[in-house]
């Protein structure tokens, strides 16, 4: 029913600052509980960030606490994912999905649509 597409990925070097974007399309965005996951080469997807549909409430992984941060504009049909510090070890393919619910999961399984994803790489 939404159709998700992500942008902002590149190459940064560590330290650096990046912000995703994910702009959402053909559904009500803000019945969406959204998120952010990520893909480094080689493992599993797993969690970074989330942020309830009324927006009051985040969560996030350990490994990004304090880094960075999620965001949602309602009006704009978009969530961000402000990425801080970054550390070679967020090298990844960042992900954003959403899932028809007032609450949050960290499973991938929870979440109904995805984006296809944009390349975050971080250098040393």
């Known amino acids: 029913q939404v159709q998700l597409v992500e942008s902002g990925g590149g190459l940064v070097q560590a330290g650096g600052s990046l912000r995703l974007s994910c702009a959402a399309s053909?559904?009500?965005?803000?019945?969406?509980?959204m998120a952010w996951f990520r893909q480094p080469p080689g493992k599993e997807r797993e969690f970074v960030a989330g942020?309830?549909?009324?927006?009051?409430?985040?969560d996030y992984a350990e490994s990004v606490q304090g880094r960075f941060t999620i965001d949602r504009d309602n009006a704009k049909n978009t969530v961000y994912l402000h990425l801080n510090n970054l550390k070679p070890g967020d090298t990844a393919v960042y992900y954003c999905?959403?899932?028809?619910?007032?609450?949050?999961?960290?499973?991938?399984?929870?979440?109904?649509?995805w984006g296809q994803g944009t390349q975050v790489t971080v250098s040393s």
């Open positions: 999905a959403a899932r028809m619910s007032a609450f949050l999961g960290s499973a991938p399984s929870l979440y109904n649509h």
């Open positions: 053909g559904g009500t965005f803000s019945g969406y509980s």
């Open positions: 942020i309830r549909r009324s927006g009051a409430a985040t």
